[in-house]
């Protein structure tokens, strides 16, 4: 079986391009150490078309030989998971190749060929793996500020209790310093680390400084892609923040590009590692459209308003970036300093700092845009997770951090909810009492309001209710999340902010 789980894999190889014909034999030798093999038992050929669907069980047969055999020394989904990282390290170019092949496609055909070319290595390379992320569920539900992406994530493994445990016992490591830094390029990984044998990152310049540009391997959307600073240092947004956005805009303006607010809370994100989020996706958020046009002294030139979105946004927009990024500063400096007591907003407690700003570049048509998200993390009592947060009320869907992808109006809903929602569908079925199952009681309230709107709920509707209303949930998490609510008051406390700039 395992010679033929290795010619099925090098075909694999040969059909996405990840091996030159030239380098067929080289890779068979290659995969013949790994698994402590003399030779192929028969001459090898290229008879049998392997597709990109049949590479999660290649793998997981070679791997059960491997278990079978002693070369991996523990079995496990987190010692798969470095195991078959090593078996496609095999079938990777260097990454100086890589860099090549990138970066003359986007100079002699163009920056699309460049980006297509990465993406598909990402996944072919299985760094994106493509058999999880296809497990992940998605859907779309209608609102009134536009359509909301939901997803519910399972594209992350679960970690089994022996890696765990092994994890907790090992030597601690600060190689690399995180999951973001540029070390990781080649790494083998350890329990409490993943392997990263099949990354491979594309050097770019942003703002004068060296930067890496990669996919992320848990996609959310369509090419999504981390930028990140070449050195280990904290995310902070400041003028440069603007600057490194539209540098990479106008490197990639197929992509949008934000980064996550540098605040606990509202952060949502490795806040260690300066780093964006970007991609070749239309978020509801980028749909939206101004609701509120004005105008700021001395940046006539310069289009604002307020974006009709959930979360409070303002919106620039114009042709010299120059200008909307000095605007932008400003606003942001600003904002840094903004206390409005009416409206709530403290701009710091007890020298702690609260008011930050998620941004997010992109262009459209001969236009460059911005949009500022304001964001506060400040906590009460009452919400002690965040006043700008998700309202306790919501926890039994969200409690996680809002962070930029989610501000944009895609919801990473955790992975329990596939299981708790199976079993909540079923029990409204039968007419069961929520209240006495003790993983169900935590949704009793929210059914108990959705379901009156409904005529009747069976089984012939159930599925698309449960999803519309998730998404409706989600709505209200980005409603709890806005500093300014969508009401009179709120409307009139924004205007505020807006006057004072």
Not at 201 to 227: A, D
Request: include cysteine; charged fraction near 30%; aromatic fraction near 10%.
């Amino acid at each position: 079986m395992i010679q033929n789980d290795i010619k099925k894999l090098v075909t694999y190889g040969l059909q996405t391009g990840l091996v030159a014909p030239e380098d067929e034999i080289y890779t068979i030798n290659r995969l013949l150490e790994l698994f402590e093999l003399d030779g192929l038992e028969e001459e090898f050929e290229e008879t049998v078309s392997v597709q990109a669907e049949d590479l999660e069980n290649i793998l997981s047969s070679m791997m059960d030989y491997a278990v079978e055999k002693g070369i991996m020394v523990e079995d496990g989904i987190v010692y798969r998971d470095l195991f078959d990282t090593k078996i496609m390290s095999v079938l990777m170019p260097r990454p100086s190749e890589v860099i090549k092949t990138f970066w003359s496609l986007y100079e002699e055909k163009s920056l699309e060929a460049a980006t297509d070319y990465y993406y598909k290595l990402s996944q072919d390379s299985d760094y994106i793996r493509r058999y999880r992320i296809a497990k992940d569920m998605k859907w779309i539900t209608k609102t009134a500020y536009g359509d909301l992406d939901i997803t519910i994530n399972l594209s992350k493994p679960e970690k089994d209790p022996k890696a765990i445990a092994a994890a907790k016992n090992a030597k601690q490591s600060g190689y690399p310093k995180c999951l973001l830094c540029v070390e990781n390029e080649g790494y083998a990984g350890r329990v409490n680390h993943p392997a990263r044998q099949n990354h491979r990152i594309i050097p770019v310049t942003i703002n004068e400084s060296k930067w890496g540009f990669q996919y992320s391997p848990y996609v959310y959307y369509n090419e999504h892609c981390i930028v990140f600073n070449s050195r280990h240092i904290p995310m902070k947004i400041e003028h440069a923040t603007f600057c490194k956005l539209f540098d990479f805009v106008k490197q990639f303006p197929h992509y949008f590009v934000g980064s996550n607010a540098d605040l606990p809370i509202v952060g949502g994100s490795i806040l260690s590692h300066d780093h964006f989020q970007g991609g070749h996706y239309e978020f509801a958020m980028a749909k939206a459209p101004i609701e509120k046009a004005f105008s700021v002294k001395g940046f006539e030139d310069v289009q604002a308003g307020i974006v009709n979105w959930p979360m409070s946004v303002i919106r620039l927009s114009g042709e010299n970036t120059d200008r909307i990024i000095e605007l932008a500063d400003m606003i942001l400096n600003k904002w840094r300093g903004y206390t409005d007591e009416e409206a709530f907003i403290y701009a710091e407690t007890d020298g702690e700092p609260h008011n930050t700003i998620t941004p997010i570049a992109r262009k459209r048509g001969d236009l460059y845009e911005l949009d500022l998200v304001l964001r506060n993390n400040i906590t009460t009592k009452e919400h002690p997770l965040g006043v700008y947060h998700p309202h306790a009320k919501l926890h039994h869907i969200k409690k996680e951090n809002i962070g930029l992808i989610e501000v944009m109006g895609l919801a990473v809903l955790p992975a329990r909810l596939k299981e708790e929602m199976a079993q909540l569908k079923k029990a409204m079925l039968q007419g069961a009492d929520l209240r006495a199952d003790e993983v169900l009681e935590k949704h009793a309230d929210w059914v108990e309001e959705f379901t009156v709107k409904y005529e009747k709920i069976d089984a012939s509707n159930i599925d698309k209710i449960v999803e519309e209303e998730i998404g409706l949930v989600f709505m209200q998490v980005l409603e709890d999340a806005g500093v300014y609510k969508r009401t009179e008051s709120g409307r009139l406390a924004f205007d505020r902010f807006v006057k004072s700039i």
